[in-house]
């Protein structure tokens, strides 16, 4: 997640253990006193792409909209989902219930207040206090992923290859959070040689790997990581300029 300029929080993703995420985002709860240092408000969502892994958790939003303030009229404050057309109308089929200002139908109660909001590569758009701009990625043969620059940051999941425009938004990051499942190669998704390559190629001041597979034991890995690349652990966090 994104924490913008005045507290403000936009997820990336919305995976199945969203709700563990929200309560403790620091790793640092002892699971029996009230956790105080949960996520109790989301101003949007950055969506990458449909899979399971990245969307099934969208139910859990109804927790932040009902501790989100609630409109004069009663009505819950809607979380925008930006996103690629095709992976929106794709959401929206799968989670028909979710997608609404929370008052129609039988669901008013109890389902999440989402809105989609459609987003075009290269166009940059605002998010709370945020100038975020969305790109294509191919996820091999399961499609197309959508990355995003927001400031120094960019964020790339589930790739199989960085096409050629996106190279010129990739430039001068002071933090690449990048995909890499393992070390051995994979139809869909960026292996170690092949995320070692990008990295070079773009030469960012910080590199996180995220979206590791089950193969990869993080302590295995800490010596032989270049100066500049980590992998991403629950709690992690880092700064950059926005």
């Known amino acids: 997640m994104l924490f913008g300029p005045q507290g403000q929080v936009v997820l990336i993703d919305t995976g199945p253990d969203l709700l563990h995420q929200l309560r403790d985002p620091y790793a640092d ?15 949007g969502v950055l969506l990458t792409h449909c899979h399971a892994d ?5 139910n859990e939003l109804r927790h932040l909209n009902r501790l989100m303030r609630r409109a004069a009229d009663g009505r819950r404050t809607p979380i925008p989902i930006y996103g690629h057309p095709g ?20 669901f008013q109660y109890g389902a999440p207040a989402l809105l989609p909001v459609p987003v075009a590569d290269g166009v940059p758009f605002p998010i709370a206090g945020l100038a975020v701009t969305p790109f294509a990625l191919s996820h091999g043969p399961a499609g197309r992923t959508t990355g995003f620059r927001c400031g120094g940051m960019a964020y790339l999941t589930d790739l199989k290859e960085c096409p050629e425009a996106a190279i010129p938004l990739l ?20 292996c170690w040689s092949e995320a070692l390559d990008l990295v070079n190629r773009l030469r960012p001041a910080r590199t996180v790997l995220t979206h590791l597979g089950p193969e990869v034991q993080v302590a295995a890995w800490t010596d032989r990581l270049p100066v500049g690349i980590e992998m991403a652990v629950d ?5 950059f300029v926005p």
Not at 35 to 43: G, H, L, N, S, Y
Not at 171 to 190: A, G, K, W
Request: charged share 20%; with cysteine; aromatic share 10%.
């Open 29 to 43: 709860w002892d699971g029996r006193s009230y956790p105080t240092r949960a996520v109790e408000r989301c101003d």
């Open 54 to 58: 990245h969307s099934h958790g969208l």
């Open 87 to 106: 992976h929106l109308a794709e959401l929206t089929g799968m989670f028909p219930y979710c997608f609404g200002d929370g008052t129609a139908g039988g």
């Open 171 to 190: 430039q001068n990051l002071d933090l690449l959070v990048l995909d890499m499942l393992r070390e051995e190669p994979h139809p869909t998704h960026f």
């Open 235 to 239: 709690g992690w966090q880092a700064p």
